[in-house]
């Protein structure tokens, strides 16, 4: 069989690790680079070489799927798992967050709140399935469960800096979601993974096997129609090329993907056109110091700046590694309308730093050796109240078309690198399945 795989993502190169086997594969990438928002920038820095993440990642101990990818393709060597500290900037100051005695200490919170934050947290640990809260109010359930207070001084500027002005429209199943991801920390606190050379390791692997079994991977080249005739797939048209195929995998964001079908996917339409994402404006600093000298990981902030975390990528993986400091300092925003991705590069990269200096009195920018800045529009869906009810399934019902991405169930109630190689391989699976059953019937 020929399949088309559109998008080069984690998901999409999943899929296609999957099928090629068997199949012939193309994959299509509109962009220069392979691996979408795992895709890695290559820095030359005083004459060492290193690829880093255009936007950072790591691993956690459930992500069973990607672990497992790791391990089949003769990665596993590369594995760290590193302590990454957490603390959260109030006032001012920073507060570590790792272990439940440095949570108890957090001063924002009374002792009464700090009991009730703890009792929530105990709470969502024993919540197993969260398909109940997907319609209720992540923001009303916090007030109902734990109080103003620690809504407040807590969750609000976590979730504005996730979401924006649409923070206080996302479900308590997302909440609950991201909460399980991240305190799974003992005594000594949160444990990550990291592979050593970064996650363009994963990509060069995921991409070599492909190739090696006669997959090709097409980059610069954007498909703008997935070409229906008689509620079957035909084919994609690429550059007014037309390529014809036995079944396509999309990727790509939702609303893309109404566009690319011309709005012949029926019922499932409107669920496409509803769905809506955020983008991220990522900046990523070489830097000659380091920034946090309390030895932080991550730092979640309240504090008038226009970011909404600073992810020191150097406290967490060896610094020796890169030869100078490495920090993120990223945002997300709901629109294009948004200054974050209306101003230019030096403009934002500009505020950012301005940011920097507010929060780090020892931070100058004599210190910068280099700032990118990575922006994409469709970073991740918002994960309104109901949300559930648009979770897109792997085959939507119409002949040869095959879904897989942060849109699929894989990667509800939170997404992650996990969710998008579970959603890749579904999407193979449901292909190989439905192709079987066809054979028989």
């Known amino acids: 069989m020929k399949i088309i ?32 928002m795992a895709a890695s920038y290559c820095q030359d820095f005083a004459g060492k070489k290193y690829f880093i993440e255009k936007y950072y990642h790591h691993i956690f101990r459930s992500d069973t799927e990607l672990l497992d990818l790791i391990r089949e393709l003769g990665l596993e060597g590369q594995m760290l798992w590193l302590k990454g500290k957490n603390a959260y900037f109030v006032d001012g100051k920073n507060y570590p967050m790792n272990t439940p005695a440095e949570i108890l200490r957090f001063k924002p919170l009374s002792f009464t709140d700090l009991a009730k934050l703890g009792l929530l947290v105990l709470r969502i640990k024993m919540i197993n399935d969260t398909t109940s809260y997907d319609r209720i109010n992540a923001k009303a359930w916090i007030l109902d469960t734990a109080g103003k207070s620690v809504y407040e001084n807590f969750f609000a500027p976590l979730m504005k800096s996730k979401f924006g002005e649409n923070a206080e429209n996302v479900s308590a199943a997302w909440l609950i ?17 990291y592979l050593r050379g970064g996650f363009n390791s994963l990509i060069e692997a995921l991409v070599k ?51 690319l079908t011309k709005g012949k996917l029926g019922a499932l339409q409107k669920t496409l056109q509803s769905i809506r994402y955020q983008g991220t404006a990522c900046a990523l600093i070489g830097l000659d110091r380091g920034l946090m000298k309390d030895g932080n990981y991550w730092l979640n902030i309240k504090a008038d700046v226009p970011f909404g ?11 020796e590694d890169y030869g100078e400091h490495l920090v993120y300092v990223t945002s997300y925003f709901q629109d294009k309308n948004d200054p974050l991705w209306l101003n230019n590069e030096e403009e934002v990269l500009d505020s950012y730093l301005k940011g920097l200096e507010t929060m780090f009195p020892d931070f100058i920018r004599r210190d910068v050796h280099w700032a990118k800045l990575f922006r994409r529009m469709d970073t991740a869906p918002v994960y309104e109240q109901g949300y559930l009810q648009k979770v897109l399934p792997f ?46 019937s």
């Open 5 to 36: 795989i559109i998008g080069s993502g984690l998901a999409g190169l999943s899929a296609g690790y999957k099928l090629c086997k068997s199949n012939e594969i193309v994959i299509f990438e509109k962009d220069a680079e392979i691996g979408g």
């Open 177 to 193: 979601g991201r909460v399980k991801i991240r305190s799974d920390r003992g005594k000594e606190g949160e444990k990550l993974g």
């Open 209 to 259: 096997d492909i190739v090696a079994h006669g997959g090709r991977i097409l980059q610069n080249k954007a498909v703008t129609e997935i070409l229906i005739e008689d509620n079957k797939v035909q084919g994609v048209v690429a550059d007014r090329d037309f390529i014809p195929c036995d079944a396509v995998i999309s990727t790509v964001e939702p609303k893309v993907l109404d566009t």
């Open 309 to 319: 975390a600073v992810i020191e990528h150097t406290n967490f993986m060896p610094f």
């Open 395 to 440: 085959a939507p019902g119409l002949s040869g078309l095959y879904l897989a991405g942060m849109f699929s169930p894989t990667n509800y109630p939170e997404r992650s690198m996990n969710g998008s190689v579970k959603a890749g391989f579904e999407s193979a699976n449901t292909l190989v399945k439905n192709i079987l059953i066809s054979k028989t």
